[in-house]
């Protein structure tokens, strides 16, 4: 068999080899840690369903954000748990709501980390869907008022980035109009502008005490068959005035993740999700899988799809590994 010119093998002999020719790479930077605050002091509440991620006391959080910064986190997305809901979400918006007081107390723990808040209303309302609702339906622009107002409460209360993830009809361009009156428009929107009604939030909805009284949320959030309706949305919050889009879920539609990273110049972020995370976890525990490496592998190909950002209940674990890597 001497007569063969092209041997891919010899670039795959070593560690060195195969990393001096790696097409994809993923950096500490890329990753965003999820954080859960709720009330309280000194709460540490591990969440059933999602091993090694806490709902966290502000104080705590704080501690956690740091840590991780420390770590290497160059950035995290906020999720509050109000000691009260109402139909009026009013726990989204309140200059003491849950997540103002989490944004407040990272940024004086450690004012150089990313904050991002989720911008939605279903953790804060008592039926739990994403928006005003009337005669059993959400309401889109009643909804999108209330939306704004969360959103500039989160800039008041210092969030670099506002993250809308209800998806109501024209939250993008609410937003960015009620943060530029308020004289915000330094905060960027991460949009999560294709966001699929997906099973793999499972154990998010445990997390965040957010899974809806009735119904379901596939009245607004997409089809998971849905591909061209997908650009059709990035298409809308991209000439809404969005800074960044978002897919969600990632590991199950990295095609939809490839298009409209072809498709758009933005910054493009993918979140893996709550039971993408849990079932890594539960397949490891069993004893099933490698999870550092499925971990890496399952990052990496999100990365390899296109996106820039990745957030991740792995962002920790995951720049560890890196470091082990000498990278």
């Not at 849905?226 to 199950?252: F, H, Q």
């Amino acid at each position: 068999m001497s007569h063969l010119i092209h041997r891919p093998r010899r670039l795959r002999r070593t560690p060195a080899l195969r990393a001096l020719v790696r097409e994809t790479r993923l950096a500490r930077e890329d990753l965003i840690l999820p954080l859960f605050a709720c009330p309280g002091q000194n709460v540490r509440r591990e969440i059933g369903s999602m091993p090694g991620v806490h709902n966290l006391s502000v104080d705590e959080i704080a501690k956690e954000a740091a840590a991780a910064y420390d770590l290497g986190v160059s950035g995290v997305i906020l999720f509050g748990l109000p000691e009260t809901k109402d139909e009026a979400a009013s726990g989204a918006y309140a200059d003491k709501g849950i997540v103002q007081q989490a944004v407040r107390a990272i940024r004086h723990s450690v004012p150089e980390m990313i904050v991002i808040n989720d911008t939605c209303l279903c953790e804060y309302t008592s039926h739990g869907h994403c928006g005003v609702v009337r005669d059993n339906e959400v309401l889109n622009e009643e909804s999108l008022e209330l939306l704004a107002r969360t959103a500039v409460s989160q800039a008041e209360a210092g969030a670099d980035i506002v993250a809308p993830s209800a998806m109501m009809d024209g939250q993008v361009g609410a937003i960015r109009e009620a943060l530029d009156d308020a004289g915000f428009e330094n905060v960027a929107i991460m949009s999560y502008a294709v966001k699929f009604a997906s099973a793999f939030y499972g154990p998010f909805r445990e997390a965040a005490d957010s899974a809806p009284a009735f119904g379901d949320r596939r009245a607004y959030q997409m089809d998971s068959a849905n591909a061209r309706e997908a650009i059709r949305e990035a298409e809308l919050d991209y000439s809404e005035g969005a800074d960044i889009l978002m897919v969600k879920p990632a590991t199950v539609y990295l095609d939809i993740l490839k298009t409209v990273r072809d498709r758009f110049d933005l910054p493009l972020a993918a979140y893996h999700v709550s039971g993408e995370y849990s079932t890594i976890k539960a397949a490891a525990q069993k004893g099933w899988i490698d999870e550092q490496r499925v971990m890496m592998e399952t990052l990496t190909s999100i990365r390899r799809a296109g996106a820039d950002i990745i957030l991740t209940y792995y962002a920790r674990e995951a720049i560890k590994a890196l470091r082990n890597r000498g990278q």
